[in-house]
C-alpha cells in the first residue's frame, strides 16, 4: 500500500456522485453506500438503466464523460465523486480530463479515482499511460482526491482464453497481481463514506498473488472444470493472431501490452492494501469463481 499525506480532520461526506454504477465495480459502490445511508447521486449515460437500490432512492442525473455542459451540471453540489475510468477508446484520455475539469468547475470536493497499477507515463500497458495523465489533472485541479490503483480484473482472466480454452499472449513467465473487482468496489465503499481520511493516499490494489499466465490457466481449468492452457506467443505472433477482430492500432497495441506488461514485471507487485482496508482477505481465483 503506498500512501501519501492525510487529512487530520476526517468527517462523513455530504452528497456523493458515483459513475459507472450500471457496472461491476460503480453498482457495487452504489448499493453499499445506499445500504449506509449516504446521500447518493448516481451520474448515468442513460437513465432507465440506473440501478434500483434497496432501501434507497438515489438522484440519477444523465451526463457522458466528454460533455461538458452536461458533466458540470450533474456535478453541482456534489461533496465526494466516485470517478470510475470510461471505457476503452481512443479519446479515453480527453474524456477523462475533461471530465475532472467539469468535476471541479462544479465545486466537487473530493474525487476518487480508479487508475492502474503503477500507472506512469511510460507504462508498457499502453492504457496505464491514461490513466498517469488523469492523475496528474487530478493533482492539478485543486481537488482533494484518493487514487485506487487497480491491478487486471481477476474477474476477466477467464475472457483471455480464446474459444479453444488456449490463453494466448507474450507475457514469457512474467506474472500479475490480479485483484476482483468486487474488492475494488469495497475499497472504494469503505474510503467513501470516511473520505478525509484517505484525502491524498494513492492505493495500489492487488490480490494476495502474483501468477504466471500457466499458473493462471491451470487453476482456472479446475475451478472451470474445462481445460485451459496458456501458450506464449511473441510480439509478432500476438499482433497477427488479433487482426481476425481487425482492431485499430490503439485498440491492438491495448490487448498486445496487456501481456507485455504482465512480462515486464509492471503488474508484478502484491499489496497488502485490499485487507488492510477492508478488513477481509483479497479473493483468490477459487473464491472468486465459486469453488474456494
Do not use: C, K, N
Not at 506464449?232 to 507485455?260: F, I, K, M
Amino acid at each position: 500500500m503506498t500512501v501519501t499525506s492525510a487529512s487530520s480532520s476526517p468527517s462523513a461526506p455530504g452528497l456523493v456522485a458515483v459513475t459507472g454504477s450500471t457496472g461491476a465495480v460503480g453498482g457495487r459502490v452504489a448499493r453499499t453506500l445506499a445500504a449506509a445511508g449516504v446521500p447518493l447521486r448516481l451520474v448515468v449515460r442513460d437513465a432507465a438503466r440506473a440501478p434500483r437500490l434497496e432501501g434507497a432512492e438515489p438522484e440519477v442525473v444523465v451526463a457522458s464523460y466528454g460533455d461538458h455542459a452536461a458533466s458540470v451540471e450533474a456535478l453541482r453540489g456534489v461533496d465526494v465523486l466516485f470517478m470510475v475510468s470510461a471505457a476503452e477508446a481512443p479519446d479515453r484520455r480527453a474524456q477523462h480530463l475533461d471530465f475532472v475539469d467539469a468535476a471541479a468547475e462544479a465545486g466537487v470536493r473530493h474525487v476518487v479515482y480508479t487508475s492502474f497499477q503503477g500507472a506512469a507515463p511510460d507504462s508498457v500497458f499502453t492504457l496505464a499511460r491514461d490513466h498517469w495523465a488523469t492523475e496528474q489533472r487530478l493533482a492539478e485541479s485543486g481537488m482533494a482526491t484518493t487514487i485506487l490503483r487497480d491491478s487486471f480484473y481477476l474477474d476477466v482472466l477467464p475472457e483471455f482464453a480464446g474459444e479453444d480454452g488456449v490463453l494466448r499472449g507474450p507475457a514469457g513467465e512474467g506474472r500479475v497481481a490480479a485483484v476482483a473487482r468486487a474488492d475494488v468496489a469495497d475499497v472504494a465503499s469503505v474510503v467513501m463514506q470516511r473520505p478525509d481520511e484517505h484525502a491524498g493516499a494513492r492505493y495500489e490494489l492487488t490480490g494476495s498473488e502474483a501468477l504466471t499466465l500457466s499458473e493462471v490457466a491451470a487453476r482456472l481449468g479446475v475451478v472451470l472444470g474445462r481445460p485451459i492452457t496458456y501458450h506464449p506467443e511473441t510480439l509478432d505472433e500476438a499482433y497477427e493472431s488479433r487482426q481476425r477482430w481487425q482492431p485499430e492500432p490503439w485498440q491492438a497495441d491495448a490487448w498486445v501490452s496487456t501481456y507485455t506488461s504482465i512480462a515486464s514485471g509492471e503488474v508484478s507487485a502484491v499489496t497488502t492494501a485490499v485487507r488492510d482496508l477492508t478488513g477481509h482477505a483479497p479473493l483468490t481465483i477459487e473464491t472468486l469463481f465459486g469453488r474456494g
